[in-house]
């Protein structure tokens, strides 16, 4: 069934839990939602126009040289993402800094398409794609999420604040880099918790 | 009535220790740092340790029971019928004893709640575990909340005047602690790591009981010495201040993350000796302690397997014949 496709990367084979790919961006961008929403935002744009071309012209790619082929085609979009970025989002821009370039070495769009998107049809390398970038949204949000309450005690998204100051002192740890390590592993042993006991039953 | 005979195989052990009786001992020998601790930074520090102790146990309870190795209801909990907690206390109390006298009692709870959750039972429990629990709290608070865990009172003043530690002193200001006080633990500092002598008495008592190996607090103590006196610094300041004393006995001691042979613990305790003198002058911390046996804790694994201990009969390898003979 077609919907399986979309329904899988969100769930079933999420890139951040099941998958683990896409940790650098992951690590480095979960500092603030704000960030985290730009960053899947961008995942979002290059993974799904990535797929879709690379599926067209999946028939004419050689398959010696298609790496090179498929970091053109990746590389072009990203390009497009962030030259759009430093015009009409400055601010972000600057925030997400060296990590907004690197979306094109990033594993989960690189992995997409070498494995779904070369081989399957377009409308399917499309839903894939869109189940996919939903996927790394959600891993990305929720653990930002955690991270920016911990860290700094509230949650402010473009300026407006969602959840108001509750402490004055937050845990100044997981804004650095063991933080999202720290986020990361209880997160996967919550799902890999349930999913045994699933099984168990 | 005949003695009853008893036939087995190696090993024959005649000693009577399990873990509970050594997890007693190394309470009993803790019990003068504390009450040194408690009477220099008064009833605050009491307040401390026992928060430590009971969100460490807690903590405890609740994993064992999500990890399914226990059974143990709320009724159980409620009526306070537990089963003896081996290991949990030691742990919560060497983290109150390198915790600053002042820290509000909530972080105190979270890193007890840190220590045994992700240092002791996320690796599978008690003896399991690669780092040191009480120490991976404090670097956990410590990279948390660096300025509650960096605020030193005063002792014998009751009221919270915050001064500078031993070595914070020496390393910003350039100001020796007189040997006396650094002895006797007039000080400020953490609740346990101030009186040198309550320490030592301590470490004595276990190292008499055989429970530790000599070994590893000699070697850790003395590189410490060696090297500070060699790089032109005060040998004996760098032992008595800070916590050297308190992790060389009761932390680089502990059976699960350092090495098992003799030679294996001689390197752990040089290497942390060379780890603590380099932060102490070179990093931008004012001790090492924590951190210096934290990182040769990662190293226990590799220690063990170059450091075997010889097969009895087979011939002594000689580094320089073996080596040409192949």
Redo the contacts between chains.
């Keep these: 069934m077609k919907l399986d496709e979309l329904t899988k990367g969100v769930f079933k084979y999420n890139p951040i839990f099941y998958l683990v790919l896409g940790l650098c961006p992951l690590l480095a961008v979960s500092t603030r939602v704000d960030n985290a929403l730009g960053m899947s935002l961008g995942v979002f744009f290059v993974l799904v126009s990535s797929n879709v071309i690379i599926s067209l012209f999946r028939h004419w790619i050689p398959s010696q040289v298609r790496i090179p082929c498929f970091i053109v085609v990746i590389a072009s979009f990203v390009t497009i993402v962030e030259l759009f970025m430093h015009g009409y989002a400055p601010e972000l821009y600057g925030r997400l800094g060296i990590y907004l370039p690197l979306i094109v070495v990033n594993c989960i769009i690189l992995g997409r398409v070498e494995a779904f998107a070369s081989k399957k049809p377009v409308f399917d390398s499309f839903l894939d794609a869109i189940g996919m970038s939903i996927g790394f949204t959600l891993g990305i949000v929720g653990i930002a999420v955690c991270r920016e309450v911990l860290s700094t005690g509230k949650i402010a998204i473009f300026g407006y604040t969602l959840v108001p100051t509750f402490t004055q002192s937050p845990s100044v740890m997981m804004i650095l880099p063991p933080g999202a390590f720290l986020t990361i592993g209880v997160i996967m042993a919550l799902i890999n918790y349930r999913s045994i006991r699933k099984e168990g039953r | 009535m005949p003695a009853e005979l008893i036939v087995s195989h190696s090993p024959h052990v005649r000693s009577d220790a399990s873990i509970d009786t050594i997890f007693y001992a190394v309470i009993i020998a803790l019990i003068p740092a504390t009450v040194c601790g408690i009477y220099l930074f008064g009833i605050r520090a009491l307040y401390v340790i026992l928060v430590c102790i009971s969100s460490a146990m807690l903590t405890e309870y609740v994993a064992m029971r999500?990890m399914g190795e226990m059974e143990l209801s709320i009724d159980d909990l409620l009526h306070l019928r537990l089963p003896p907690p081996t290991g949990v206390i030691i742990t919560g109390l060497l983290l109150a004893l390198c915790l600053p006298p002042n820290i509000?009692l909530w972080?105190a709870a979270i890193g007890a709640a840190f220590a045994v959750a992700?240092a002791k039972c996320?690796f599978g429990g008690l003896g399991h575990n690669i780092f040191n629990p009480a120490l991976v709290g404090r670097a956990?608070l410590m990279?948390?909340?660096?300025v509650?865990m960096t605020t030193w009172t005063k002792p014998l003043t009751y009221d919270a005047i915050t001064t500078a530690t031993p070595l914070g002193l020496w390393k910003m200001q350039d100001i020796a602690t007189p040997y006396m006080d650094l002895a006797l633990g007039n000080v400020s500092g953490s609740i346990g790591e101030t009186s040198a002598i309550a320490l030592l008495i301590g470490g004595i008592y276990l190292i008499a009981k055989r429970y530790i190996d000599w070994r590893t607090p000699l070697s850790y103590i003395g590189t410490v010495a060696v090297l500070a006196f060699v790089l032109g610094q005060d040998p004996i300041f760098h032992i008595l201040a800070g916590g050297l004393f308190l992790g060389a006995f009761f932390m680089a001691t502990d059976y699960v993350t350092t090495p098992i042979t003799r030679k294996g613990r001689i390197i752990f305790g040089v290497g942390a000796g060379i780890i603590v003198v380099v932060i102490r002058l070179i990093g931008g911390y004012p001790e090492g302690v924590c951190f210096s046996i934290l990182l040769m804790n990662a190293f226990t694994p590799l220690i063990d397997r170059h450091v075997r201990p010889q097969v009895y009969g087979v011939k002594r390898k000689s580094f320089f014949v073996s080596s040409a003979n192949k």
């Design positions: 999500l509000p972080m992700f996320a956990f990279a948390s909340w660096p509650a």
